[in-house]
């Protein structure tokens, strides 16, 4: 079995920042991608920013040049810095994670439980 929790939510003004982290434990022989999605309320689950393990970076268009994600693959952490926020960023953040499977070779994505961003005006 495999863990991710997140830390690093909260509230935060307009123009503000954030940090967001993510640990993954548990029966990991690797991991591939990993990244981050929100949701926020009303609104499907949408991808982020997603690193792969070679250091490779994908963002939605609404947060490239304001958001950063980078990864420590020997602690299995992923970090989300976001920056300059708006209050269209706010919403649940998912940190996600494809993993393979130390105990028997199989490759699955994991999510953490979520942690809430909010932005004001």
């Known amino acids: 079995q495999v863990q991710l929790v997140e830390s690093g939510g909260g509230l935060v003004q307009a123009g503000g920042s954030l940090r967001l982290s993510c640990a993954a434990s548990?029966?990991?022989?690797?991991?591939?991608?990993m990244g981050w999605y929100r949701q926020a309320p009303g609104k499907q689950r949408e991808m982020v920013a997603i690193?792969?393990?070679?250091?490779?970076?994908y963002y939605v268009d609404s947060v490239k040049g304001r958001f950063i994600v980078s990864r420590d693959n020997a602690k299995n952490t992923v970090f989300l810095q976001m920056n300059s926020l708006k209050p269209e960023d706010t919403a649940v953040y998912y940190c996600?994670?494809?993993?393979?499977?130390?105990?028997?070779?199989?490759?699955?994505?994991?999510w953490g439980q979520g942690t809430q961003v909010t932005v004001s005006s």
């Open positions: 548990g029966n990991i022989f690797s991991i591939n991608n």
């Open positions: 996600n994670a494809d993993v393979r499977s130390s105990w028997d070779g199989s490759q699955r994505a994991y």
């Open positions: 690193i792969t393990r070679g250091g490779n970076t």
